[in-house]
C-alpha cells in the first residue's frame, strides 16, 4: 500500500550543527509538506513542496518526485529546532488526504 | 485571520460518555480535515469534507464518530459512547482547494478515563 516512510525516526545534535531529514515516499504525490509539531501538539507549516526546492531561513527543502524523496536540511541548529518534524504526502491515488509518515524527533543540545 | 481554531483545547471524559469537537478553518477555505494522532505517530486522516459535503471517511471512523460541517464553515465531530481507545490527540486542517497546502489547528487533546 501507499507509505511515507521518514528517517532517522531520533537525532540528536549539538547546537550549531547542521543535519538532513528524509521522508520517502511509494507512488506519485500531488503534494507534499514538511511540519515542525510544538510540544503543545500543534503542526506548524514549513514547506510546502511537491517539487523542486525552496528555502526559508535556516531551513531548506528538496522534493525530488521522479525518485519519490524528500529531504529538510536544518542548518546552525538552535535548541529551539527541538521536537517532531513530519512529512505529509498526498498520493495521486488518494487525492484530498494526506498520508504522514512517523516522524523524526529531533533533539538540539546546547 | 486567525488561523484554524479547535475547541476545546483538552476534553477528559468518562467512558460511555459523548464527546463534541469544534473546528473553525480558515475562512474561505473550502476543504476540511479530520485527523487523529496517538503518542508516537504520525497523524491518521478520518474524514474530509468539500464545502459542506463529506466526500471521504477513513475505515478508521466507527459507527460512533459523526463528522459535520452543515454550512460549509465551521465542523464538528462527534464520539458516541467513548472507549479508552479514543483517548488521542484530534486535529483539523484546512485548506483552499485540492492539492494546496493545508493547514492545522492547534488540535484537542482527548482523554478518556
Known amino acids: 500500500g501507499i507509505q511515507v516512510e521518514q528517517s532517522p525516526p531520533d537525532l540528536i545534535l549539538q547546537e550549531g550543527a547542521n543535519s538532513t531529514l528524509r521522508c520517502n515516499f511509494s507512488?506519485?504525490?500531488?503534494?507534499l509538506q514538511w511540519f515542525h509539531q510544538n510540544p503543545w501538539g500543534q503542526l506548524i507549516n514549513l514547506f510546502y513542496?511537491?517539487?523542486g526546492t525552496k528555502q526559508n531561513g535556516r531551513l531548506s527543502a528538496t522534493t525530488v518526485a521522479t525518485e519519490r524523496y524528500s529531504l529538510l536540511y536544518i542548518s546552525s541548529s538552535q535548541t529551539t529546532d527541538s521536537g517532531v518534524y513530519f512529512c505529509a504526502a498526498e498520493f495521486n491515488t488518494n487525492a484530498g488526504k494526506s498520508t504522514f509518515g512517523d516522524g523524526t524527533t529531533l533533539t538540539v543540545k546546547p | 485571520d486567525t488561523g484554524v481554531s479547535q475547541n476545546p483545547r483538552h476534553k477528559i471524559t468518562k467512558r460511555g460518555q459523548n464527546v463534541t469537537f469544534r473546528c473553525d478553518p480558515i475562512?474561505?477555505?473550502?476543504?476540511l480535515y479530520w485527523y487523529r494522532q496517538t503518542l508516537g505517530q504520525g497523524p491518521e486522516f478520518l474524514t474530509y469534507?468539500?464545502?459542506?459535503?463529506?466526500?471521504?471517511k477513513s475505515r478508521l471512523l466507527s459507527d460512533r464518530f459523526s463528522a459535520e460541517r452543515p454550512k460549509g464553515s465551521f465542523s464538528t465531530l462527534e464520539i458516541q459512547r467513548t472507549e479508552q481507545g479514543d483517548s488521542a490527540m484530534y486535529l483539523c486542517a484546512s485548506s483552499s482547494n485540492l492539492n494546496t497546502e493545508a493547514f492545522f489547528g492547534q488540535g484537542t487533546r482527548l482523554t478518556v478515563v
Open positions: 507512488d506519485s504525490v500531488n503534494n
Open positions: 469534507f468539500q464545502n459542506e459535503a463529506q466526500l471521504e
Open positions: 475562512s474561505e477555505h473550502n476543504r
Open positions: 513542496i511537491p517539487s
